[in-house]
Protein backbone atom coordinates (compact mmCIF):
# COMPACT_ATOMS: atom_id res chain seq x y z
CA UNK A 1 0.00 0.00 0.00
CA UNK A 2 1.03 2.97 -1.39
CA UNK A 3 2.12 5.51 2.15
CA UNK A 4 3.31 9.31 1.89
CA UNK A 5 5.23 11.26 4.38
CA UNK A 6 6.09 15.10 4.79
CA UNK A 7 8.57 16.15 6.64
CA UNK A 8 8.99 18.85 8.10
CA UNK A 9 4.68 18.78 9.43
CA UNK A 10 5.27 22.75 10.37
CA UNK A 11 7.70 25.23 9.30
CA UNK A 12 7.99 29.16 10.06
CA UNK A 13 10.26 31.37 8.56
CA UNK A 14 10.80 34.96 8.13
CA UNK A 15 9.91 36.71 4.60
CA UNK A 16 12.00 36.27 2.05
CA UNK A 17 13.45 33.32 2.97
CA UNK A 18 13.94 30.60 0.34
CA UNK A 19 12.48 26.95 1.58
CA UNK A 20 12.14 23.72 0.75
CA UNK A 21 9.17 21.42 1.61
CA UNK A 22 9.88 17.66 1.53
CA UNK A 23 7.52 14.61 0.30
CA UNK A 24 8.15 10.62 0.27
CA UNK A 25 6.29 8.00 -0.99
CA UNK A 26 6.77 4.33 -0.46
CA UNK A 27 6.60 2.66 -4.19
CA UNK A 28 7.79 3.95 -6.70
CA UNK A 29 5.55 3.13 -9.61
CA UNK A 30 3.50 6.40 -10.11
CA UNK A 31 1.92 7.96 -12.84
CA UNK A 32 2.51 11.44 -11.08
CA UNK A 33 2.85 13.63 -8.33
CA UNK A 34 1.02 16.60 -7.54
CA UNK A 35 1.63 19.13 -5.03
CA UNK A 36 -1.26 21.33 -3.89
CA UNK A 37 -1.95 24.35 -1.29
CA UNK A 38 -4.53 24.65 1.19
CA UNK A 39 -5.59 27.38 2.90
CA UNK A 40 -7.65 27.29 6.43
CA UNK A 41 -11.25 25.78 5.80
CA UNK A 42 -10.62 25.90 1.92
CA UNK A 43 -10.33 23.56 -0.53
CA UNK A 44 -7.44 22.27 -2.42
CA UNK A 45 -5.63 24.47 -4.98
CA UNK A 46 -3.28 22.39 -7.06
CA UNK A 47 -0.40 23.77 -7.40
CA UNK A 48 2.32 21.64 -9.74
CA UNK A 49 1.82 18.18 -11.55
CA UNK A 50 5.06 16.09 -12.53
CA UNK A 51 4.37 13.45 -14.55
CA UNK A 52 6.63 10.04 -13.37
CA UNK A 53 8.96 10.64 -16.87
CA UNK A 54 9.39 14.51 -16.07
CA UNK A 55 12.11 15.55 -12.99
CA UNK A 56 10.70 18.91 -12.36
CA UNK A 57 8.10 21.65 -13.21
CA UNK A 58 8.09 25.43 -12.44
CA UNK A 59 5.51 27.77 -11.77
CA UNK A 60 6.77 31.31 -10.87
CA UNK A 61 8.29 31.10 -7.73
CA UNK A 62 7.81 27.30 -6.67
CA UNK A 63 9.72 24.49 -8.44
CA UNK A 64 9.08 21.10 -7.89
CA UNK A 65 11.30 18.28 -8.26
CA UNK A 66 10.80 14.20 -8.56
CA UNK A 67 13.25 11.67 -8.09
CA UNK A 68 10.75 8.54 -8.47
CA UNK A 69 13.72 5.82 -8.13
CA UNK A 70 14.15 7.23 -4.18
CA UNK A 71 10.72 7.70 -3.92
CA UNK A 72 11.28 11.47 -3.18
CA UNK A 73 10.02 14.95 -4.05
CA UNK A 74 10.57 18.42 -3.19
CA UNK A 75 8.68 21.65 -3.07
CA UNK A 76 11.37 25.15 -3.30
CA UNK A 77 9.33 27.99 -2.69
CA UNK A 78 11.48 31.19 -3.63
CA UNK A 79 11.33 34.19 -1.74
CA UNK A 80 8.77 33.47 0.53
CA UNK A 81 6.12 36.34 1.03
CA UNK A 82 3.45 36.11 4.00
CA UNK A 83 0.57 35.24 1.43
CA UNK A 84 2.25 31.85 0.98
CA UNK A 85 1.25 30.92 4.28
CA UNK A 86 -0.96 27.31 4.21
CA UNK A 87 -0.88 23.70 4.49
CA UNK A 88 1.18 22.15 1.29
CA UNK A 89 -0.45 18.43 0.72
CA UNK A 90 2.33 16.36 -1.38
CA UNK A 91 -0.29 13.44 -3.17
CA UNK A 92 0.93 10.68 -5.85
CA UNK A 93 -1.27 8.49 -7.87
CA UNK A 94 -0.37 4.79 -8.91
CA UNK A 95 -2.80 4.45 -11.14
CA UNK A 96 -5.86 1.54 -10.41
CA UNK A 97 -8.23 4.19 -10.04
CA UNK A 98 -9.31 2.84 -6.84
CA UNK A 99 -6.32 3.85 -4.58
CA UNK A 100 -7.16 7.30 -5.64
CA UNK A 101 -4.45 9.78 -5.05
CA UNK A 102 -2.20 9.27 -2.08
CA UNK A 103 -1.91 12.07 0.40
CA UNK A 104 0.78 13.02 2.86
CA UNK A 105 -0.86 14.87 5.73
CA UNK A 106 0.92 17.85 5.00
CA UNK A 107 3.48 21.38 5.90
CA UNK A 108 1.69 23.66 7.54
CA UNK A 109 3.60 26.55 6.62
CA UNK A 110 3.74 29.85 8.59
CA UNK A 111 5.62 33.09 6.67
CA UNK A 112 6.09 35.64 9.49
CA UNK A 113 6.09 39.56 7.93
CA UNK B 1 -18.74 25.63 -14.49
CA UNK B 2 -15.23 27.16 -14.04
CA UNK B 3 -14.46 25.11 -11.52
CA UNK B 4 -15.67 21.87 -9.03
CA UNK B 5 -18.66 22.77 -7.19
CA UNK B 6 -20.19 21.30 -3.92
CA UNK B 7 -22.97 22.40 -1.58
CA UNK B 8 -24.02 22.74 1.00
CA UNK B 9 -20.69 24.70 1.89
CA UNK B 10 -21.30 23.71 5.72
CA UNK B 11 -24.22 21.42 7.37
CA UNK B 12 -25.05 20.98 10.51
CA UNK B 13 -26.67 17.73 11.31
CA UNK B 14 -28.15 15.56 14.44
CA UNK B 15 -27.02 12.21 15.06
CA UNK B 16 -28.96 9.60 13.45
CA UNK B 17 -30.14 11.82 10.88
CA UNK B 18 -29.00 11.04 6.77
CA UNK B 19 -27.00 13.97 5.08
CA UNK B 20 -26.58 14.50 1.40
CA UNK B 21 -23.17 16.16 0.01
CA UNK B 22 -23.35 17.37 -3.57
CA UNK B 23 -20.75 17.53 -6.20
CA UNK B 24 -20.64 19.06 -9.71
CA UNK B 25 -17.51 18.84 -11.71
CA UNK B 26 -15.79 20.79 -13.93
CA UNK B 27 -17.63 20.22 -17.09
CA UNK B 28 -16.11 17.16 -19.36
CA UNK B 29 -14.38 15.61 -16.62
CA UNK B 30 -14.65 12.31 -16.63
CA UNK B 31 -13.23 11.44 -13.31
CA UNK B 32 -14.68 12.20 -9.92
CA UNK B 33 -13.31 11.58 -6.58
CA UNK B 34 -14.58 11.99 -2.88
CA UNK B 35 -12.44 12.19 -0.51
CA UNK B 36 -12.78 12.95 3.50
CA UNK B 37 -10.24 15.09 5.68
CA UNK B 38 -10.73 14.26 9.58
CA UNK B 39 -9.13 17.08 11.89
CA UNK B 40 -5.77 17.12 11.96
CA UNK B 41 -5.84 13.94 9.91
CA UNK B 42 -4.28 13.78 5.96
CA UNK B 43 -6.71 13.37 3.15
CA UNK B 44 -8.65 9.67 2.87
CA UNK B 45 -9.49 8.56 -0.01
CA UNK B 46 -13.50 7.25 0.18
CA UNK B 47 -14.87 6.60 -3.59
CA UNK B 48 -13.75 6.87 -7.27
CA UNK B 49 -15.73 7.30 -10.80
CA UNK B 50 -14.79 7.01 -14.28
CA UNK B 51 -17.63 7.88 -16.63
CA UNK B 52 -20.53 5.55 -16.45
CA UNK B 53 -18.31 2.89 -15.21
CA UNK B 54 -19.30 0.83 -11.75
CA UNK B 55 -17.38 3.18 -8.93
CA UNK B 56 -15.16 1.61 -6.93
CA UNK B 57 -16.17 1.69 -3.31
CA UNK B 58 -13.82 0.17 -1.10
CA UNK B 59 -12.74 3.46 0.44
CA UNK B 60 -16.06 3.90 1.63
CA UNK B 61 -15.94 3.69 5.45
CA UNK B 62 -19.02 1.63 6.59
CA UNK B 63 -22.15 0.66 5.10
CA UNK B 64 -23.60 3.53 5.98
CA UNK B 65 -21.61 5.61 3.39
CA UNK B 66 -23.10 5.51 -0.98
CA UNK B 67 -22.53 7.68 -3.42
CA UNK B 68 -23.50 8.04 -6.88
CA UNK B 69 -23.15 9.66 -9.92
CA UNK B 70 -26.04 10.25 -12.49
CA UNK B 71 -25.37 10.70 -16.32
CA UNK B 72 -21.89 10.75 -15.87
CA UNK B 73 -21.65 14.20 -14.26
CA UNK B 74 -23.04 15.27 -10.89
CA UNK B 75 -22.28 12.65 -7.43
CA UNK B 76 -23.99 12.37 -4.63
CA UNK B 77 -22.32 11.30 -1.15
CA UNK B 78 -24.84 10.05 1.50
CA UNK B 79 -24.41 9.31 4.67
CA UNK B 80 -26.89 7.59 6.64
CA UNK B 81 -27.59 7.32 10.61
CA UNK B 82 -25.09 10.01 10.99
CA UNK B 83 -22.61 9.70 14.01
CA UNK B 84 -20.24 12.19 15.02
CA UNK B 85 -17.22 10.26 14.15
CA UNK B 86 -18.46 11.60 10.61
CA UNK B 87 -17.61 14.65 11.39
CA UNK B 88 -15.28 16.46 8.65
CA UNK B 89 -14.88 18.59 5.51
CA UNK B 90 -15.35 16.01 2.23
CA UNK B 91 -13.65 17.33 -0.39
CA UNK B 92 -14.47 16.28 -3.81
CA UNK B 93 -12.37 16.45 -7.28
CA UNK B 94 -12.79 15.75 -11.00
CA UNK B 95 -10.05 15.56 -13.92
CA UNK B 96 -10.48 14.78 -17.51
CA UNK B 97 -9.09 11.17 -17.71
CA UNK B 98 -8.74 9.62 -14.53
CA UNK B 99 -5.44 10.06 -12.67
CA UNK B 100 -2.34 9.36 -15.26
CA UNK B 101 -1.08 12.30 -16.63
CA UNK B 102 -3.98 14.36 -15.62
CA UNK B 103 -4.09 17.06 -13.29
CA UNK B 104 -6.71 16.91 -10.25
CA UNK B 105 -9.03 19.82 -9.30
CA UNK B 106 -10.86 19.99 -5.79
CA UNK B 107 -14.12 21.75 -4.98
CA UNK B 108 -13.90 24.45 -1.36
CA UNK B 109 -15.68 21.37 0.33
CA UNK B 110 -18.24 20.66 2.49
CA UNK B 111 -17.82 20.46 6.27
CA UNK B 112 -20.01 18.21 7.70
CA UNK B 113 -20.75 18.85 12.05
CA UNK B 114 -22.87 16.10 13.58
CA UNK B 115 -23.95 16.98 16.98
Known amino acids: KQEVTQIPAALSVPEGENLVLNCSFTDSAIYNLQWFRQDPGKGLTSLLLIQSSQREQTSGRLNASLDKSSGRSTLYIAASQPGDSATYLC????????????FGKGTHLIIQP | GAGVSQSPSNKVTEKGKDVELRCDPISGHTALYWYRQSLGQGLEFLIY????????KSGLPSDRFSAERTGGSVSTLTIQRTQQEDSAVYLC?????????????FGQGTRLTVV
Open chain 2, 49 to 56: FQGNSAPD
Open chain 2, 93 to 105: ASSSQGGVNTEAF
Open chain 1, 91 to 102: AVYSGGGADGLT
